[in-house]
């Protein structure tokens, strides 16, 4: 190795895969390079890149500076520039982008597509990647800016294959696992979220927004991608009707036969399952019963929470009236304090061409493009211009289920076209009834 | 090394372009067992740590061996995930949200040829290269961001703090004896990339020093409005100063004023804030975004420093174990960290979990604030 | 009529002054049987609605008869209340926060005779003087401000609006049928002397048409830099107005961004607002203040404007009726309105009350308006 | 009458209490005179309240003016001045001032001194009060300036009697029943009311605070003079030790010899009394069980909500080791939103001369003082300033108790000598380690 690294070396112990471990692998690998590569950036870029971070350890600091503006040709995303601040000690990583490349739905893999997309980093970049980034990309980290330009002809050349979003665009999309594996699934979040970063990859690759936009699509209320917490439109799958029961599963589960929650708590001897303590007890909205033998549920109390599917799955099943809700909103703390998505629209069918939805969408954007500042984000909109604002450029009805509870204060901020006889009043004839 | 090209012309870049095509089609990715009974999935169940079989209405079985993963990853790695892949799933895999990857079989009897093969791969300083696990009430994988590998505002190590907790809890990831699932999520400064606001226990970089202030060059290498109005709290003033016998364009922080965010630093390099000392680790917990039982919470701020200590951040992983010990301890069956802690009250999550409460704790920002602070006589002594 | 001197000479105000003397001493009023066992009470019991016994450590009982009172009360009407206080009393009574007042005998024998003198006594027109009631699980007096009779700032009446609701939800007073005690509040504007903020019902008046300006006398009248610093939303301006053909100083409104609160015309009467028609009733739910089971809650608005209609407020009377009566079927016991609206959800308060909601019941007002809104799928439909 | 009031006389029908007739047969009273009392202000003062009263019925607004500075000399309070909009047609009302007379504590009153009440404001005012003010004065509605300082004259030198607080001065203080008839009382609450109110008669009377202030005493946690909503410093009632249980008491609720609730809820037939469901299930904290004919309570997670000892006062009583909590800052919904008090004092002792007390108080004022704007309530300084500025005035250590629960934001404003090596940096020496 070109560097010591006894502060790194040391996170090789343990049981957990170390990333140490495996950067010097990969280091090794380019040294001897047995496939004889003829690598496009330095070939020791891993090996300064370790250096780069043992020395991070040393001083406690990072080495890194916020890149200029590098990108392809005609995307406004998709590439964020990094520059090392001692790059004659690393010279290796002095010039270290990062690129986004769009992951598929449901983040499946082929193993040849895998390989060939790091036979592309291997010659064009560090070898060096995120899976995935926060957002969903795959991250490709650290190159050269020449190879920018090769790195996406090749993509969408060779594999079909765009880049990801970054800046004031839409975010690449993301989705959970959805109908092709999960049981919980109220729509199909691959078709929807694929169906949506096509429809909208102008949004994408061209900024146009005051700041960044995410949309993420969870297929039920247990929201394994978080939309509800990253997400400026967040689609979460959920359902209008009954929950369907099987009440011989039921008995199962309370025979024994059945693990309550698929299993999940078997490291642990919690006991007999009890469905009153664990099922009716725990129900949110107490709209649960189990009397003479047989389970009970006030559909139209449910508010979906998906605790009793989640204990007893194969007793019960989400309905079959189903759709999404849509939350807007969501954000990390920084620049306002952090927010989780605000329900919008209570229930909307997903069924393609999705017109509806993308007419959601649109509105949304427009109201967002005309008034939010720079680097607003939909929420920081939302909360300076009200939540009744965007149920008025989105044409929804008002309704309790926006909100968790009424204003508390009474102020409210009457339209003059709401109030009979308008603003206008004349103060002389006031003082005729109300002298001064 | 010689320029192997692409294809491109950069001389018109515009020839033969290729643009929008967006990310790969998720269909042709799926097993043939996915694609076959996608929709029509019956039910599910964890047969161990790290096993899942899902059962589909027609009688089809996949099941999954999760195994835990760097986000950080290299290509060597990839292939060896490829190899795995072609040997035990006909070339198929996927990935998860918080960076596990998935092999999936679809008959019982190839579970335990796959598992055996995961569980003996090792890298040379003996981790493991793929361990099984994160399922159900346990531990999974922390999502996280880049911190010191690649980031510019870091205010810790992300794959390092990342690494030293898997290592402490690694015994979670491959059980599920806690009363719930527990996500840990790490974001190395508190514009947390990684959304780490709504975990059960979250590890946040953070600063506590303001920007130091490049005067020489600042009016040269920044937008002087762009660094002011990057200020959340407007803090950041323009200013004249003396410097070096000059005077020059600059701007003048309120420094008690200043949260320590690192946007200004965004918009202008030369306000530099990392600080050996200055730096370190805020932990939050309480936090979660599914909407089972109670609604989704925030995580709340219950250390309100602990100092970067490399390579391992032991004090970090002492106390983020004593939250969790705690937690197992003593909430019931199914209940989230939070859900625990809103029960007993956070003055009885401190006691029990050993935490000091200091006054860092007490929101002070903005409005808001108020709700946090106890309004009623309900309270434990 | 000739002046009467009390004895203070104008001349020489601080001659034989005395001031700073507080109000009298609590215990030279109490009961006998209240100073013999003050701090020694075993328990007490509400015997009927509105009789209450309370009994001492030493056997010691002290019977209170609780009656309805209007806060507006003249010295004919407290003359009749010192005279039935010393006819069963000794001279004794009290009042209640809740301007009820309270007859108490030290001997259950002398209750009946109290309670029959109290229910006979009615005014010409028909009303109880004394009714008995406002205990337990029922509904107690209004606590209200005072409305035209006495105020400058009202968007309503307060006595007449609480005389009609009193009226309306009598039979509440005097019963104790409720799943828990039910307190109604009323103040006349926002400014809130009354502090209806905590009610399980609150009567609100309020004004919907910005100040008009007297520009004429405005400057003459007011301080305008103190017309301007009143506003909490910040808009109101100074302004220089043609008026009459002359340039006057005065202010200008920014009438999208007022809330209609009159702080500015309480500052400067050249600002009036109240209007007919602009002018009228909010109606609000769920607050408490007592810790019990749960902790204190403020009022949520749940209908935003019903008109004034004078002398009985027909629609208000209406609606409130509509919310006790959907309370008093649905509600557990020992459950609060407020408790009751949680727990059904608000989505269900509306529906089971038959109220409309519409935008102005979503909180817009500052940043913690975002914390009313539903940040969960968790909801009915 | 001298105005017709059609309006108005339908209020005089319904079982409630007419305020119009009462006006109406203290309008005859005063017309009649028969103790012959030579009035000092119009004798028809009531009969125009009434007309003017009417005509705001008709056009639906007020017809009163805010006073200007009306007094009594060396006072700031205790007086609101009143004027009436159309005087030509109401001129009995025309001046028309509030005095706030300060009520005696628990509002326990004689028969006797009422009367002096009564006769010196019929011979100096129109005869009509509140019973009591919001705040909990005695008010005397409707004079005229020169009787104001009559009227202080007598109130001080025949019935040792001040007047209230109004403006920005101390208002005057209000107390609960408390120990004198409540057996729930965990202090006397009148001994600190009376106490505090005569400590600070200067505050009360002499405006020196930036706005109101106000305190209230409730005797415990059920909260019955509302000071967690309604006072800036607000004393409730509390006990760190066990509720003491009285075991046959309890069968006895359980047998139904004694009625739940102290027979609150006798209007309805509610069943037999279930202990399990009406006491052990609704108990916030979850800390109480009855097993085996015996009640048992885990006082170390109680929070002393009330519940159980309300539904059981024969059973259950407070604690022995009694104090009170102190809450800061509740205030109406004017200025900046309505807030409840927070806690600033989880328990302190009750006890004469209460210098403890008035320590935390004194504190609280001096940093106001110093630091609120005009016309800013103690809540909204704490909101602005924060309220770890409000623990460090009062040198209140910080506690979990504090909290609802801790911040979410991680925003946590350091302070220069909290941070090692504080915040002075030398950016040569940076640049060394970091280029440009």
């Known amino acids: 190795m070109k560097h010591e690294t006894p502060l790194l070396n040391q996170l090789e112990s343990g049981p957990w895969p170390s990333f140490v471990s495996d950067l010097k692998q990969q280091a090794e690998v380019r040294a001897k390079n047995e496939e004889n590569i003829e690598f496009q950036i330095p070939v020791d870029a891993v090996e300064d890149l370790l250096g780069v971070l043992e020395l991070s350890y040393v001083d406690g600091t990072t080495h890194w500076k916020h890149g200029g503006i590098v990108g392809v040709f005609g995307y406004g995303g998709g590439v964020i520039g990094r ?63 020449p190879q920018l330009e090769e790195v996406f002809y090749e993509l969408t050349h060779k594999f079909n294959q765009d880049l990801g979003g970054s800046g004031s665009n839409l975010r690449t999309p993301a989705d959970c696992i959805g109908s092709s594996r999960c049981e919980y699934a109220c729509y199909d979040t691959q078709a929807l979220c694929y169906d949506l970063t096509q429809e909208y990859q102008d949004e994408l690759h061209r900024p146009a927004f005051p700041y ?89 109390e449910c508010v979906r929470c998906m605790h009793c599917i989640n204990v007893m799955p194969r007793a019960l099943r989400i309905g079959n009236d189903r759709g999404c809700s849509i939350l807007a909103g969501a954000k990390a703390p920084i620049l306002d304090g952090a927010q989780m998505g605000s329900l919008l629209i209570p229930f909307i069918k997903v069924e ?71 603003w206008d009043r004349d103060i002389d004839e006031y003082r005729k009834h109300h002298q001064r | 090394m010689a320029f192997i090209s692409s294809g491109y012309n950069p001389e018109k870049p515009m020839e033969n372009r290729i643009t929008d095509i967006g990310p790969k ?35 089809d079985e996949v099941y999954t061996v999760r195994v835990g993963g760097c986000r950080l990853m290299t290509t060597t790695h990839i292939r060896e995930i490829c ?48 361990p099984i696990g994160g399922t159900g009430a346990g531990i999974t994988n922390i999502v996280h961001t880049q911190g010191w590998i690649h980031c510019h505002t870091p205010a810790t190590d992300a794959s390092g703090t990342v690494k030293a907790t898997m290592d402490e809890v690694f015994k979670d990831f491959q059980d599920m004896r806690l009363p719930a699932p527990l996500r840990i999520s790490m974001a190395c400064c508190l514009n947390m990339c ?15 020093k303001p920007p130091m202030l490049d005067h020489e060059y600042l009016d040269k290498i920044c937008e002087i409005p762009l660094a002011i109005s990057s200020c959340p709290t407007g803090a950041i003033k323009p200013a004249k100063v003396e410097w070096k016998g000059e005077t020059v364009k600059s701007v003048a922080v309120n420094n008690e004023r200043c949260m320590f965010c690192g946007n200004c630093y965004t918009m202008c390099p030369s306000m ?38 490399m390579p391992r951040w032991p004090s970090m992983t002492k106390t983020i174990n004593q939250m969790i010990e705690a937690y197992s301890k003593d909430a019931r069956k199914y209940e989230r960290l939070g859900e625990w ?27 808001p604030a108020y709700y946090t602070w106890r309004q009623s006589t309900q309270f434990k002594f």
């Not at chain 1, 449901?106 to 592309?120: F, P, Q, S, V």
């Not at chain 2, 990935?95 to 679809?106: G, Q």
């Open chain 1, 83 to 145: 520059y090392c601040d001692q790059p004659q000690n690393f010279p290796g990583v002095a010039h270290f982008h990062t690129m986004r490349v769009a992951q598929p739905g449901g983040k499946y893999y082929t193993a040849e597509y895998l390989r060939d997309l790091c036979d592309l980093w291997d010659l064009r970049g560090s070898g060096i990647t995120n899976m995935h980034g926060s957002t969903g990309d795959i991250i490709f980290i650290g190159t050269t800016t």
């Open chain 1, 212 to 300: 960044k936009f995410k949309f993420k699509f969870d297929g039920c209320p247990n929201g394994c991608v978080a939309s509800i917490a990253r997400s400026d439109l967040s689609f979460i799958g959920t359902w209008k009707d009954e929950i369907r029961i099987d009440q011989e599963a039921v008995q199962a589960y309370i025979g024994g036969e059945m693990p309550p929650n698929a299993g999940a708590h078997s490291g642990r001897d919690w006991g007999a399952f009890d469905i009153q303590k664990e099922v009716i007890a725990l129900c949110p909205s107490d709209c649960m019963k189990y009397e003479g033998g047989k389970l009970e549920i006030n559909n139209k």
């Open chain 1, 352 to 422: 393609e061409p999705y017109d509806e939805i993308k007419e959601v969408i649109e509105n949304v954007w427009d109201w967002w493009m005309e008034e939010g500042k720079n680097r607003e984000r939909l929420g920081e909109l939302i909360k300076r211009q009200g939540l009744q604002k965007l149920l008025e450029v989105t044409g929804v009805t008002p309704d309790a289920r926006h909100v968790q509870e009424p204003r508390s204060n009474p102020y409210i901020f009457w339209k003059e076209e709401e109030v009979e006889g308008g």
């Open chain 2, 25 to 59: 089609k998720y269909d042709q990715f799926y097993p043939p067992v996915i694609a076959k009974n996608k929709g029509k999935w019956l039910y599910h169940e964890i047969l161990e740590p790290g096993v899942l079989v899902h059962v589909a209405e027609g009688g």
């Open chain 2, 83 to 130: 190899e795995i892949a072609e040997k035990h799933c006909d070339g198929h895999l996927r990935f998860t949200t918080r960076n596990n990857i998935e092999f999936m079989v679809d008959d019982k009897s190839k579970v335990d040829a796959l598992k055996k093969d995961l569980e003996t791969r090792k890298f040379p300083g003996g981790s493991f290269k793929f």
């Open chain 2, 194 to 208: 990684g959304a780490v606001h709504c975990s059960d226990i979250a590890i946040l970089g953070y600063h506590r």
């Open chain 2, 272 to 309: 530099p804030l990392s600080d050996q000392i200055g730096d370190g680790i805020v932990l939050m917990a309480g936090g979660k975004v599914s909407n089972r039982i109670s609604q989704p919470k925030f995580s709340k701020v219950v250390v309100a420093f602990l100092p970067n200590e």
């Open chain 2, 341 to 367: 802690a809103e029960r007993i009250g956070w003055e009885r999550f401190f006691d029990k979990c050993e935490l000091e409460f200091t006054h860092h704790l007490i929101d002070d920002f903005r409005d």
